[in-house]
């Protein structure tokens, strides 16, 4: 009886053993091996055909090169935070169950791993160790997803697949702009966001210290830059923050670790009026301004003229250097207007000298000093397309080719090397949708998806014969000082604009890492969003914020009896499906999605994913169909009888923020669609913020008794400033009226 008991306890055992196999390869119901939810995906992945599975214990040890002693100690970390296992470290290579090595015969492309997983143990093999450091984390990625927690987690089988995976970079740059001028985010967030890129592969942090509204670096040699110009507001309301020095020698080390590269951006000549606060005489008129509370683009430029201002800038710029070890340095250059210089007598003065017949050319004449002044220190400069765009430029420099991709052509013929960062497609305050709810965004041009920063062209990176380095993502901060909606509030100890700025940044990170990583040949969407609903329990591990998914249609047919049937599949794994079918939105206590739902009409029916009763997303329903007014412009607004006045004039605001997207014609048309009685028009006026900037014009040939349509044009926009329409309206015979206003920007 005892040796019966002994065989099926063994027998149980090997059952239970098999079983936490299958289970460690798979992420969910589906039984997907993790090898296959990596992103950005490797170049190739060759599993263990017999299913395997290492193993990690307290009595795993790490052993590691001399030179890879810190990603080893980065390794630990992880691993201790989340097992309570402090692993111990040994440079006795041999022996050590998982192995951090340098091999450049074995791995031969910069930045390259080989990761091998076996039963009895792992080695990390990297060209470099920014190799070995990206071999960690597809590494990290095949344990459970609690192995990213801070916290120790128990009851947990921290087994990982065997699989040999061979992976390289195909493009040098692969970035994110963080804008912490425009807002200032403190020491420990930049930290955490450079965390996260690492963990997707990203290589380059583009610091935006300067803008109009701050100025964040500490600079020594002129210290009111912080003590002035980093703050804005009375005392009670006053926004701000600054870096200090040891600040930036602190995140420059944690960033080392991590592979990414820190680049400090020191913008002139425009987007430096926070200078100019703190010393005036740097600008060409002396006035003396405040640091703006809300975004605009200051018209004071740095002086060209004034060997005092090009004195300061030589100092800023060679205490940044001096700080940052990075062989870039960013100087900004785009959004000039040049009127300060136009009447500028010292700036007249050096364009006399130099032959120049425009004030745009001294942007030339000053990038083209500064980029040399910089390759002499053995360093590159980097800013946005503008630096090449505006007059002659022989130092070779890299542009951030964020307005017109086509400008590549222009860098190629004066070579120049370039970066692609279209605001099309990767700048990352704009919103994902159109949905209504979705959080305070930029509007001036339309909603970016995560299909959409996916499908961006990138031409495959081949060395020296490519003008284009990589890819960079931009999330601006200019939104965040837009009122009070996002400012923290510090006595509650909350970080709302962190978390907003996750949202922003997450999932679309994903995206942009395997844009930047693959060749644009092997990317296919499909997959990609197969693998990415594995990745937000990692998300939730990290703390880190993101937006939730809207549910997917699987498949949409249409009834018998005429109604609708949609097939519905959560897109993130684990989380629910909540739907109602009044054409509310739904709640928590909504009904559970388990099988297809039938309903009357598409607008009945409505969904959202929940990940938890507090997290959930946007819901998915019907948008409303304009199609049939495409004549008049985009959607803008609409009116309906309760606004209205029944006798008396009647005022009503609306902003068009993002469909005035330049300078140009516009038209704004107001089309009734319902109700006995119609609507008045008059007195339009366009505002830029609180600026009246144009006022509108009756069309006559285009209105009747249902439509009014009025003509206006912009020569003073502003990227990422609001705009809205005041106008007066009167109900003639009566307030039952209800329609739909749109603005619409002319053909030239």
């Known amino acids: ?75 630990q970390d992880v691993l201790a935070a989340s097992t309570g296992w402090d692993l111990p470290l040994t440079e006795n290579v041999r022996k050590a169950s998982v192995r951090l090595v340098i091999d450049t015969v074995k791995v031969t492309r910069p930045e390259g791993y080989r990761l091998e997983v076996t039963r009895k143990n792992v080695t990390v093999c990297g060209h470099d160790a920014a190799g070995v450091f990206y071999g960690i984390q597809t590494l990290l990625q095949l344990f459970p997803d609690k192995v990213y927690s801070r916290e120790r987690q128990h009851d947990t089988a921290w087994e990982a697949p065997c699989v040999v995976i061979e992976d390289a970079p195909e493009r040098p740059w692969r970035g994110m702009m963080l804008d912490v001028a425009r807002y200032f985010f403190d020491k420990e967030f930049v930290k955490k966001y450079i965390d996260m890129m690492a963990m997707y592969k990203l290589n380059k942090l583009q610091f935006h210290f300067i803008d109009d509204s701050g100025w964040r670096l500490e600079i020594k040699k002129y210290p009111r830059l912080t003590e002035v110009g980093a703050w804005s507001g009375p005392d009670h309301q006053r926004l701000g923050g ?54 605009f683009i200051s018209r004071d430029l740095l002086c060209v003229g004034k060997e005092s201002s090009i004195r300061f800038l030589r100092d800023v710029l060679d205490e940044t250097i001096a700080l940052f070890p990075s062989k870039y340095i960013n100087i900004g250059g785009d959004e000039a207007v040049y009127t300060r210089w136009e009447s500028c007598p010292d700036c007249r003065k050096v364009m006399e000298r130099e032959g120049l017949t425009k004030a745009s050319q001294l942007q030339g004449y000053l990038t083209n000093m500064v980029a040399q002044m910089m390759k002499e220190k053995g360093r590159t400069v980097v800013g946005w397309e503008e ?94 000082i837009h009122g009070t909606v996002l400012q923290e509030i510090p006595y509650l100890d909350e970080n709302r604009s962190e978390r907003y700025a996750e949202y922003l940044t997450f999932p679309r990170l994903l995206a942009l890492s395997e844009i930047a990583w693959k060749r644009q040949s092997e990317r296919d969407f499909n997959d990609f969003r197969r693998r990415l609903r594995h990745h937000f329990a990692k998300l939730d591990a990290k703390d880190c914020g ?77 948008a409303p169909d304009y199609s049939a007014y495409k004549r008049y412009g985009e959607y803008t607004g609409q009116w309906k009888s309760l606004q209205i006045q029944p006798v008396g004039a009647t005022r009503l605001r609306m902003e068009c923020t993002g469909k005035i997207s330049g300078n140009g014609n516009y038209e704004i048309a107001f089309v009734g669609t319902r109700g006995t009685n119609s609507l008045k028009v008059k007195d339009i006026k366009i505002f830029k913020r609180n600026e009246q900037v144009a006022e509108g014009k009756a069309v006559p040939d285009r209105t009747d008794d249902k439509t009014s349509v009025f003509s206006f044009a912009i020569d003073s926009f502003e990227a990422g400033t609001p705009f809205f329409v005041a106008l007066t309206a009167e109900a003639v015979g009566g307030n039952d009226t209800e329609g739909l206003v749109f603005v619409g920007k002319l053909e030239k």
């Open 1 to 75: 009886m005892r040796k019966k008991q002994i065989f099926f306890g063994k027998v149980l055992f090997l059952f239970l053993l098999a079983f936490s196999s299958v289970s460690a390869m798979a992420s969910d119901g589906n039984a997907q091996p993790r090898y296959r939810t990596l992103i950005p995906q490797p170049a190739s992945v060759a599993p263990d055909p017999a299913g395997e599975v290492f193993t990690l214990t307290s009595r795993t040890t790490v052993g590691h090169d001399a030179s890879l002693r810190a990603q080893a100690l980065y390794l």
């Open 242 to 295: 600054y870096y200090t020095q040891d600040d930036i020698r602190e995140i420059i080390d944690y960033a080392a670790v991590r592979s990414v590269e820190v680049i400090p951006e020191i913008e002139f000549p425009a987007h430096i009026l926070s200078a100019v606060v703190a010393y005036p005489w740097l600008s060409c008129t002396g006035q003396q301004h405040e640091v703006p509370g809300q975004h």
């Open 387 to 480: 630096i090449f765009m505006r007059g002659k430029v022989s130092t070779p420099v890299v542009g951030l080719i964020w307005h017109n991709v086509s400008d590549t052509i222009h860098a190629t013929r004066n070579g120049h090397k370039a970066i692609l960062t279209p605001a099309t497609h990767t700048y990352l305050d704009f919103p994902e949708s159109h949905t209504p709810g979705e959080v305070k965004a930029a509007t001036w041009m339309p909603p970016i998806s995560l299909e959409k920063i996916y499908s961006m062209d990138v031409n495959d990176y081949s060395a020296e014969q490519s003008t284009v380095l990589g890819v960079q993502g931009c999330l601006w901060s200019d939104q965040f």
């Open 546 to 622: 993101y937006r939730v998914p809207e549910p997917e249609v699987v498949s949409l047919k249409q009834t018998a009896d005429g109604g609708f049937e949609y097939t519905l599949a959560s897109p993130v794994e684990g989380a629910e499906i909540r739907y109602t079918t009044n054409g509310r939105y739904p709640t928590i206590h909504s009904p559970l999605y388990t099988t297809p739902v039938r309903v009357g009409e598409k607008a009945d029916f409505c969904a959202l994913t929940m990940v938890t009763p507090r997290h959930y997303s946007l819901p998915l329903r019907e």
